[in-house]
């Protein structure tokens, strides 16, 4: 029996679209698992059936052995969390938060009941939802979000970054056993969801909260899960650690997904001098560098990928020539398009404030940090 | 036109840099169009509604050029006016209620849940609403009279039968209301309040029906107005015991002769109307407000007797079982007088035959005109309403759709808005008996309107007219103003900004907007009972007539005419409706 939440060959359906197609998936209490893939892979259809909104066509989701998947939602002790937060507009915001505490969540027995003939939320308030409680525990939130004072706000007056932290403590009020959260930063511009995901984990990690997170965008789930899970075409493709993800892609559609631009077998030619960066690396052996990842020496048909930077302009004359297509700045530092032969049109990074014209040819270094390898095996499909 | 008027006037421009921001003078085109579009409604509005009740009103109110408001308290006096208005209100108050009870879990099996034959249904509901009223008071009478398959319930001529006839003809009113928002409502708030614990009945109690609260309290007052004016069914099935304020004032008109009864009712009248328009007025903005909403698709679930596979007990399948229990009692009960009054057509003596609607072609002994001849009377006069509705309307919707900048032009907006909403709750009586009163020699010309042909389809375009602006309005507001400046920017002047955009769009609810005023006026009763000349009836008062008279033949007369009209209204609203989804979905 495994501790935590355990979705064994979930499938779910949308008439004759299958939406997840047989994902495994577990979450060790405490920990943070981040959903990433392209919109329409079935993440958020995965959330949901774990949330207990849609049926699973096949498979079972447990939380600490015990099925859940005879529990209607409101019983599951899951708390959801959605990308537009779907704040209550005609309550403010401490009725947002507290609208979670109404039932006895808080008391909650471990493990969960099986449908009652009684609704919770008729019952007296028993202890920790008793309103000198409630509003201690609604204060309490809104401080851990960053909006203390913010209680009799409507929820009209509100940003769109307030927004989502309301969202966030109204989820967090009734001490869910297990958080969703659905593209909740996606709605917002890059630099307030940079901060969000940020403060989004930390308070995740302060309170302990065992959370599954959906999301597009890697940088985000790099940022705040423990755990990427990379999902396309509704199968789950890896789970892994987001360091080890980006130095391991189990395949070629992982490793494009998270931003690989090119792959070269290792046996040709252009590939020489990415294998002898590879091999040149302080330790090639140590699990951690690509080389090492594939606990054996490197193959001919084993694949080299090449993230952004995977060549850096030199000027001195280096192993690689790559023309220039077209540069572009970002954040200050210049990046080239450069096409080098055998391997294609890739991003090399040049220092600040480079300017090239379209044509020329330049002289490459190869950073061994932005290659990854992928097995033979796995590229052959 | 030139491109100095490529903006539209209220909506704000941005000057160029170091220049303070200012709004561009409209071109003399513009100004004279939505001119003629303010004036046009109002002339209309004022010659057609406004003077006729004032010069109604007004024969109960001065006597020898002096303001005498004793008629006031001589009729308060009586016991009769507080019965009549008591009714009224009780009336209109328990059908009213009863409407919304039954109407919001009818909206959600009709507009949240997929089955099939749904879309049969839906027509099948509608129905009722389109039918003349007097239709709506024969059938329940056929239904519920001494012999009727209901007449053991002893309901006929009773407050029961009434309220009964009255949320027949309202269900739709709440169903499409109700149901036309909840379709769209975003299904995830309430899914939010399911996570954060809440049951099924909680979340539905807590999120979904507040979010609902605007459509139901619009549809809630637009049905008790409909049922505080209600004149031709309550005059068919209540007898001399029951009445509306509506059908007093026909009494005391008619039959008493007393216009200052009739005066200080119609007034009394208006102030109800009035009151409920506000709330009305209040409710409807609300709804405008920004709401979350989807695509219907995504919101919408299938219908299922069992329990859909992997969905778990106490999820809500327990309440929308009940919901759709209850819909389909009310469907069947919704049918059952429609279903009665055709066989009871058929009916002649003890044998089935179609003696009464061969009938129809002879003026059985006693009318001026042959049933037939008065239907076809109907259908003329009935697409001239139309046409003077559609044009009326039209304008108003188009000018009240508009959101000017200035507070001042948002107030006159929405007070036209109100003013148009009028004719819904002034009594068609008081509209019809003072057409009669003001177009003898009108404002003092020498002319005398009152035989003139006009008068009865421009009284009903009158009754048609909010009709139109409740139909083509929501469309109109709906417009994303960016779609317009996307045109401006793309160089189209405000004439074919309007065009192309507004017209093109509102277009596509043109066609139910003929419908709902087809059928208004085909059914109309209130005013057109008075202006009918007698050689050329409308079919309602032609029924009307048969009814009134003794005599088995007469009354399957009227049984078969009222299926006729029946057919003939549902027929061209389903039509109306069929044209609007055939546009909507080629064009979208």
């Known amino acids: ?157 509100l940003s769109g970054g307030e927004r989502q932290r309301v969202a966030l403590a109204r989820a967090l009020a009734p001490a869910p056993r297990l958080l969703l959260l659905d593209e909740p930063l996606s709605a917002l511009d890059r630099a307030l969801r940079e901060r969000l995901a940020v403060d989004l984990r930390a308070v995740l990690v302060a309170t302990g909260t065992t959370a599954v997170f959906v999301t597009h965008d890697q940088d985000e789930a790099f940022a705040v899960a423990d755990r990427v899970a990379v999902m396309r075409a509704g199968r789950l ?32 030619a252009a590939a020489g001098p990415l294998t002898r960066a590879l091999a040149g690396t302080p330790d090639g052996s140590v699990a951690g560098t690509p080389a090492g990842a594939l606990g054996r020496a490197l193959r001919d048909d084993d694949v080299v990928a090449l993230a952004e930077g995977a060549f850096v302009v030199r000027t001195d004359p280096g192993a690689v020539k790559g023309a220039v297509q077209g540069v572009t700045s970002r954040r200050g530092r210049t990046e080239v398009r450069v096409e080098v032969e055998g391997i294609g049109v890739v991003t090399a990074l040049a220092p600040v404030g480079a300017r090239f014209d379209t044509g020329t040819v330049l002289p490459l270094a190869v950073d061994a940090d932005a290659l990854a390898v992928l097995p033979g095996d796995s590229v052959r499909r | ?184 409502l975003d299904p995830r708030a309430a899914q939010a309040a399911r ?42 099935l209540g007898g001399l015991q029951f009445g509306t304020v509506e059908t007093e004032i026909w009494i005391q008109t008619t039959q008493f002769l007393d216009l200052r009864a009739a005066a200080v009712l119609s007034v009394v009248q208006l102030v109800i109307v009035a009151g409920v328009l506000v709330v009305a007025g209040r409710a409807r903005s609300r709804q405008e407000r920004a709401l979350a909403l989807g695509a219907p698709a995504q919101n919408v679930r299938a219908l299922s007797v069992r329990r859909p596979a992997g969905m778990p007990r106490g999820d809500g399948h327990g309440p929308a079982l009940a919901a759709a229990a209850v819909t389909g009692l009310v469907v069947l009960l919704l049918a059952l007088p429609l279903v009665n009054l055709v066989v009871r057509s058929l009916r002649v003596g003890d044998r089935w035959g179609v003696d009464h609607y061969t009938a129809l072609g002879t003026t059985g002994g006693t009318l001026t005109v042959t049933v037939w001849q008065a239907a076809l009377n109907s259908l003329r006069i009935a697409v001239d309403a139309t046409v003077i509705a559609l044009v009326v309307g039209g304008l108003v919707a188009l ?59 421009v009284a009903q375009a009158v009754v048609a007219v909010p009709l139109v602006v409740r139909t083509v309005l929501p469309v109109l507001r709906a417009i994303d103003p960016r779609l317009r400046e996307a045109a401006a920017t793309l160089g189209a002047g405000p004439g074919r900004v309007l065009r192309s955009v507004d017209l093109t769009i509102a277009a596509r609810s043109v066609g139910l907007a003929v419908g709902f005023a087809f059928a208004a006026s085909l059914g109309e009763f209130g005013a057109t009972s008075f202006l009918a000349r007698p050689e050329r009836p409308t079919l309602p008062v032609v029924i009307f007539r048969l009814i009134g008279r003794p005599g088995a033949d007469s009354y399957g007369m009227a049984l078969a005419a009222s299926v006729v009209l029946a057919v003939l209204t549902a027929g061209i609203v389903a039509a109306c409706e069929r044209l609007r989804a055939a546009g909507a979905g080629g064009e979208w």
């Not at chain 1, 201690?136 to 909006?147: K, S, W, Y």
């Not at chain 2, 909680?202 to 107005?225: D, E, G, H, W, Y």
């Not at chain 2, 948002?410 to 177009?439: E, H």
């Open chain 2, 399 to 457: 000018v009240v759709s508009r959101r000017p900048r200035r507070t001042v032009g948002r107030r006159a907006v929405a007070g036209l808005d109100a003013l148009f909403m009028l004719p819904l709750g002034v009594s068609a009586v008081t509209v019809g008996f003072g057409f009669l009163l003001s177009m003898h020699h009108p404002f003092g010309l020498d002319v005398d309107l009152r035989t003139s042909p006009v008068l009865v389809p």
């Open chain 2, 1 to 184: 036109m030139s491109t100095a008027t490529a903006t539209r006037p209220d909506l704000p421009v941005t000057g160029g840099p170091g220049r303070v921001a200012r709004a561009r003078r409209p071109g003399p085109g513009q100004v004279l169009f939505w001119s003629a579009a303010v004036v046009v409604p109002l002339v209309f509005l004022g010659v057609f509604f406004a003077w006729p009740v004032v010069v109604m009103v007004g024969k109960g109110f001065v006597t020898d050029g002096h303001l005498d408001l004793s008629a006031f308290a001589e009729v308060f006096s009586r016991p009769r006016t507080w019965r009549i208005v008591g009714l009224t209100v009780a009336q209109a108050s328990i059908a009213t209620a009863l409407s919304v009870l039954l109407g919001v879990p009818g909206a959600y099996v009709l507009y949240r849940r997929r089955f099939r034959g749904r879309s049969v249904v839906r027509a099948l509901v509608t129905v009722p609403f389109v039918l003349p009223t007097v239709v709506v008071g024969v059938a329940f009478r056929s239904l519920l009279v001494q012999g009727g398959p209901l007449g053991f319930l002893h309901l006929d001529g009773t407050f029961a039968a009434i309220v009964a006839a009255l949320v027949f003809f309202n269900y739709a009113v709440v169903v499409r209301a109700v149901g036309g928002l909840w379709e769209r």
């Open chain 1, 237 to 268: 493709l890896q789970v892994d650690a987001p360091a080890d993800l980006w130095r391991r892609p189990a395949s070629r559609d992982v490793a494009e997904f998270l931003g690989y631009e090119a792959f070269v077998a290792a046996g040709s």
């Open chain 1, 1 to 157: 029996m495994s501790a935590g939440l355990v979705v064994r060959d979930a499938v779910v359906r949308y008439g004759s679209v299958t939406a997840v197609d047989e994902v495994s998936l577990h979450v060790a209490p405490g920990e943070v698992v981040a959903l990433l893939g392209p919109s329409g892979c079935g993440k958020s259809s995965l959330l949901r059936a774990v949330a207990g909104l849609e049926p699973l066509a096949g498979g079972s989701v447990s939380w600490d052995g015990e099925p859940v998947d005879g529990v209607p939602v409101h019983r599951r002790g899951f708390g959801l969390m959605f990308q537009d937060g779907q704040l209550f507009t005609h309550r403010d915001v401490s009725g947002n938060v507290a609208y979670g505490l109404r039932t006895t969540r808080l008391a909650r027995p471990s493990g969960p009941r099986r449908s009652g003939p009684v609704d919770d939320d008729r019952g007296a308030p028993v202890d920790g939802a008793r309103p000198v409680d409630r509003a201690r525990r609604v204060d309490e939130l809104l401080e851990l979000v960053g909006l203390a004072g913010y209680g009799p706000r409507p929820v009209a007056t």
């Open chain 2, 195 to 236: 996570a954060l614990g809440a049951s099924p009945w909680r979340a539905f109690r807590t999120v979904t029906l507040p979010a609902l609260t605007p459509a139901i309290a619009s549809a809630a007052s637009l049905t008790f107005l409909f049922c505080a004016t209600a004149f031709g069914t309550v005059l068919v």
